[in-house]
């Protein structure tokens, strides 16, 4: 089977903050670097989409530094946002959703667990998930519904030949990762389940936790579900930009 070659997109930072932001209740007097990514994916299926960053004005809302525009790192790739056959959405914040209008001929692909949350659970509107949630995302999300588009999975399925998705719930109800066929064996991309590779090395996850076993569980299953911790991505980590080749600014192969 032909392998994916997987990208990362950064689309903004990087930011500093207090380390305690992505190690809990750790690290308070440490600084820590994060910066924003997605991801794509070229390989026999076309290109698949991992999360889609946010749109012009959000970015100018949410204060990101370095903002650059979804469509045009993917444009950088020579792949056409309106077009893309795939968009799969790890989870529901802001920072992962926000872009979703921006990618309208896409089947959309979430967990169930996660869209039923963020639309029917009455604590998805208290304010310490208001925080973390993107209405004008979770609006281009009910278009894709109404327009037949938003494909709801239940746990693990596989997406095309050499694609899997896999539910890793504990930073978000519904959070999910993609292993995907890479040249150097399977890849995953965990999105916030680890947001830096520290939390995975540690076996520590960040600050913004929704259910801490489910979490830790999670975390081990996607090392496991790797042969190098090298080939398991997380979702903020500098390093996506810093340690692997740049093939045009802000995209950098990952495997
Ligand atoms: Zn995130």
């Known amino acids: 089977m032909d392998a994916y070659q997987i990208y990362a997109l ?52 949410r204060g990101l530094p370095g903002y650059l525009s979804p469509v045009e790192l993917l444009a950088r790739l020579g792949v056409e946002a309106a077009k893309v056959p795939h968009l799969v959405l790890s989870h529901l914040h802001w920072d992962h959703v926000g872009g979703a209008a921006l990618f309208p001929a896409a089947q959309v692909h979430v967990q169930e667990a996660e869209w039923r949350f963020w639309n029917e659970d009455p604590v998805a509107r208290r304010s310490v998930f208001q925080m973390l949630r993107d209405d004008q995302g979770l609006a281009a999300l009910e ?58 090395a540690e076996d520590w996850p960040s600050a913004f936790i929704c259910d801490l076993p489910a979490w830790l ?36 192969r990952l495997a």
Do not use: K
């Open 143 to 200: 278009a894709a519904q109404a327009q037949g588009r938003l494909r709801l999975h239940q746990g693990d399925a596989q997406l095309l030949p050499g694609l899997e998705l896999i539910a890793a719930p504990g930073h978000a109800p519904g959070l999910m990762a993609l292993r995907a066929a890479a040249a150097a064996g399977p890849a995953v991309l965990g999105s916030d389940c680890g947001h830096t590779y520290r939390n995975y």
């Open 10 to 61: 950064c689309y903004a930072g990087p930011l500093e903050g207090p380390g305690a932001l992505t190690m809990w209740n750790r690290d308070w007097e440490a600084r820590g670097q994060r910066a924003y990514y997605f991801w794509c994916l070229l390989g026999p299926g076309g290109p698949v989409v991992l999360d889609c960053g946010v749109g012009p004005q959000q970015a100018g809302e």
């Open 217 to 252: 569980r999670s975390m081990q299953r996607l090392r496991g579900l790797v042969q190098r911790p090298e080939l398991l991505f997380p979702g903020h980590d500098i390093a996506l930009s810093r340690d692997f080749p740049e093939v045009a600014p802000g995209v950098t």
